[in-house]
T-cell receptor
Framework: GNSVTQMEGPVTLSEEAFLTINCTYT??????LFWYVQYPGEGLQLLLK?????DKGSNKGFEATYRKETTSFHLEKGSVQVSDSAVYFC???????????FGTGTRLLVSP | GAGVSQSPSNKVTEKGKDVELRCDPI?????LYWYRQSLGQGLEFLIY????????KSGLPSDRFSAERTGGSVSTLTIQRTQQEDSAVYLC??????????????FGPGTRLTVL
């Protein structure tokens, strides 16, 4: 079945550091890929998405590129802020189906 | 309302009791989803509604779990004879349409269920 694997956290960074959170997936066909973010005390929010190979999703300075050859969708940001502290979930949705399959989440802690 | 709402926000119950969790989706959203977030299992899909019908119930963990949706709007997730392993945050999401093309799912704040 479909699955998502992402790096375990917490990831602890200083403000303005470079961020990478790794995500790889297993799926049949051509899934759509997503990063969701959960800020403290808030619900899940869609951060970015990519629906086909080589697409790059971007939002709020975050980027992720859909790499079919490596089945990966790593999240990157060039300079993190304290306000980026949250839990980040990688997820996929198979074409024609709507349910999301999530990774286990990675907690990011950014200190001033 | 402006977003997906869920009630109650917290529920503490005793093992063996039944509980009902409610979800109010965004007005006009025809698709509704239930997920569960627990320490041991992460975020898991439970059930998907398109209108009032549930074409995908594959994530319901046992026959103690059931859900319904009425009027194409409010949904209720019912857990009968609760067990301690049912303790989790239950999340509801809604989107404008169902399968065939992806539509962003908007999540509610969740209901934290604790079974003593």
């Amino acid at each position: 079945g479909n699955s998502v694997t992402q790096m375990e956290g917490p990831v602890t960074l200083s403000e303005e550091a470079f961020l990478t959170i790794n995500c790889t997936y297993t799926a049949t066909g051509y899934p759509s890929l997503f990063w969701y973010v959960q800020y403290p005390g808030e619900g899940l929010q869609l951060l970015l998405k990519a629906t086909k190979a080589d697409d790059k999703g971007s939002n709020k300075g975050f980027e992720a590129t859909y790499r079919k050859e490596t089945t990966s969708f790593h999240l990157e940001k060039g300079s993190v802020q304290v306000s980026d502290s949250a839990v980040y979930f990688c997820a996929l949705s198979s074409r024609g189906f709507q349910k999301l399959v999530f990774g286990t989440g990675t907690r990011l802690l950014v200190s001033p | 309302g402006a977003g997906v709402s869920q009630s109650p926000s917290n529920k503490v119950t005793e093992k063996g009791k039944d509980v009902e969790l409610r979800c109010d989706p965004i007005s006009g959203h025809t698709a509704l989803y239930w997920y569960r977030q627990s320490l041991g299992q992460g975020l898991e899909f439970l059930i998907y509604f398109q209108g009032n019908s549930a074409p995908d119930k594959s994530g319901l963990p046992s026959d103690r779990f059931s859900a319904e949706r009425t009027g194409g709007s409010v949904s209720t997730l019912t857990i009968q004879r609760t067990q301690q392993e049912d303790s989790a945050v239950y999340l509801c999401a809604s989107s404008q349409r169902g399968a065939s093309s992806y539509n962003e799912q908007f999540f509610g704040p969740g209901t934290r269920l604790t079974v003593l």
